[in-house]
């Protein structure tokens, strides 16, 4: 019984992802000026975690649960920014070039192995 309680002890903080490196960082523009909305992705299949841009720039990395941390691991970054395109009609706007959006094109990449901090340059669309 002893040595389940052991296993179970040290099993537990991996199964509910305590003890996962914490990614933060900014977002913004090559002006310096923040990115006040939109969303960071961390991509190294078959994970992922997600973060949400807040309207400081700043935002948090987890890959199920808020402050639940990200993998160790070395992760394509993506980026996406746009308003409108719903059911309402207006069009579809992105707020940064587009290939941010995309792992091939985005040409970021960050390595987590402990605690990071990720900061992120990205440029405006082209008209």
């Known amino acids: 019984m002893k040595n389940y309680f052991i296993l179970f002890v040290f099993v537990l903080p991996f199964i509910l992802g305590c003890g996962q490196p914490k990614v933060t960082g900014t977002v913004k523009f090559d002006d310096g000026t923040p990115l006040t909305s939109g969303g960071v992705t961390f991509i190294n299949l078959p994970y992922q975690a997600t973060g949400a ?18 993998r160790p691991g070395t992760y394509q970054v993506t980026v996406s920014a746009t308003t409108g395109g719903g059911s309402d009609g207006e069009p579809l706007v992105h707020l940064i070039d587009p290939k941010f959006e995309n792992a091939g094109t985005s040409g970021l990449t960050c390595e987590v192995k402990g605690n990071t901090v990720f900061d992120i340059i990205v440029t405006k669309p082209v008209k």
């Open 53 to 70: 841009i807040k309207s400081n720039g700043s935002y948090e990395m987890y890959e199920i649960k808020p402050g639940d941390g990200v």
